[in-house]
């Protein structure tokens, strides 16, 4: 069963630096929320807070109704097998088949290779991978087939949340097309809690269900993906829009 996910005043400062400042968002069960944010607005710390990665220094954070912040580490690792992830480089294991990266999951709660392998193979006809991939290792796919064994990482296990952190980072066009084509389709096949971290406005409004922007820590909105299309909010505006001309200054 796919999970909400609640953000209520998330804080967390590495010294004197603010990371994320009261930071509050609902992400809705079975849907698909995109999270938008520019270089250093906390996206990657949200990220592992949410993940528990990282111990926010206060706040709120629950999944369904189990708050993250009073986990004990047993059921931390007992959320973290709901969980599926898809990183910004793939994070393939060299040392590893593309079917043992698959199937990385189910070996280690224990699966018998054979079985393993099998579902490996069906998760990576699923993203559009042949069979004969399995063997392979990551050194001889190319990034766009990298991204698909990822993504058939990701849901191998048949997770209720799935993170994708920049899925299109590093992609041309048209496969990171196909790679938003994947995104939709498995949210449609598995029905999951999907947030995706992205500052590819083509991949936000192709794959989001709700939209939120991050910016300097804190969330300045969210909301349905036409309305930031036609946002009043100049921070959101202009980074729709792209635009150099705004109040927010590029980081240099």
Not at 82 to 88: A, E, N, R, V
Not at 197 to 209: E, L, P, Y
Request: hydrophobic share 45%.
């Amino acid at each position: 069963m796919p999970e909400s996910i609640t953000l209520k005043n998330v804080s967390k400062s590495f010294g004197s630096n603010q990371v994320l400042v009261n930071a509050s968002l609902d992400i809705p069960a079975g849907k698909t929320t995109v999270i938008l944010g520019g270089s250093g607005s906390g996206k990657s710390v949200l990220l592992k807070c949410i993940l528990g990665l990282i111990h926010a220094d206060s706040g709120l954070i629950k999944f369904g109704a189990e708050s993250v912040l009073d986990m004990d580490e047993p059921a931390r690792m007992a959320m973290m097998r709901k969980l599926g992830m898809l990183f910004q480089s793939g994070a393939l294991f060299d040392s590893m088949s593309v079917w043992e990266n698959v199937a990385f999951a189910l070996l280690e709660d224990g699966m018998k290779p054979t079985e393993a392998k099998e579902i490996a193979i069906t998760k990576l006809r699923q993203v559009g991978l042949r069979s004969a991939v399995a063997d392979l290792s990551p050194a001889e796919l190319s990034g766009g087939m990298k991204k698909r064994a990822a993504l058939a990482r990701a849901v191998c296990h048949e997770p209720s949340v799935i993170f994708y952190d920049e899925p299109t980072t590093g992609l041309d066009p048209i496969t990171s097309d196909v790679i938003n084509d994947l995104i939709i389709q498995l949210q449609d096949e598995y029905k999951a809690t999907s947030v995706v971290i992205t500052h590819d406005m083509h991949t936000a409004f192709k794959i989001a269900d709700k939209m939120a922007f991050l910016y300097k820590g804190s969330f300045l909105s969210d909301g349905d993906p036409k309305d930031f299309k036609d946002s009043k909010n100049p921070y959101v505006a202009q980074f729709v829009a792209g635009s150099a001309q705004g109040p927010i200054e590029a980081a240099v």
